[in-house]
């Protein structure tokens, strides 16, 4: 009988990631990840090429199916549209996360800054029908699979998918994910 259970430790370490439920875990579990995999996470440059091809794990290779998807449409130009631009996002609220997505796969290089440590806000979150499918276009149901099942009803738990969405397109968020790291560039 075979075990789904990963014996490589960065695939372990990627289910982690993925399972983490709060701000902290996953920064703990992506840091963990990108230690195994001897990747810089702040080389935004080519960070996500090096990711994809030292986490060789099926699981993880859906979602880069997903990402890719996302990533080869043409208003991106390869990630080359906005190669030469720094681009700072207030606020890790669902606007300032899904905007840090867009930027990154435009090419930018993206920081985001959020006051608080963790997503508290227990507001009901309606999800319209292109919601729906842009966040399933970005691997929502690799990082939460009771999305859109019914269950997936509060707004920090939306933040929780995109905040994990954005860390794989590399990103830099400090306050909840990174407060304690400090970078200039």
Request: aromatic letters at 10%; charged letters at 25%.
């Amino acid at each position: 009988m075979s075990s789904k259970d990963p014996v490589n430790p960065s695939h372990a370490a990627f289910d982690l990631f993925v399972q983490a439920q709060s701000c902290k875990d996953v920064k703990n579990h992506f840091a963990a990840l990108c230690r195994q995999l001897d990747i810089d996470p702040l080389d935004f440059r080519s960070f996500y090429i090096k990711l994809k091809e030292r986490l060789n794990y099926w699981k993880a290779k859906a979602l880069w199916t997903k990402l890719d998807k996302r990533a080869s449409h043409p208003d991106y130009k390869q990630g080359k549209a906005s190669s030469k631009n720094k681009c700072l996002v207030l606020g890790a609220g669902p606007c300032g996360l899904r905007t840090a997505i867009e930027l990154a796969l435009l090419g930018a290089q993206v920081v985001v800054l959020e006051k608080r440590e963790s997503f508290s806000r227990n507001n009901v979150l309606h999800l319209w029908p292109y919601t729906i499918s842009d966040l399933r276009g970005l691997g929502a149901k690799k990082f939460y699979g009771k999305f859109c099942t019914g269950s997936l009803d509060h707004i920090s738990e939306w933040r929780m998918i995109v905040l994990k969405g954005l860390t794989c397109t590399v990103a830099q968020v400090w306050g909840c994910f990174a407060k304690s790291s400090q970078r200039s560039s």
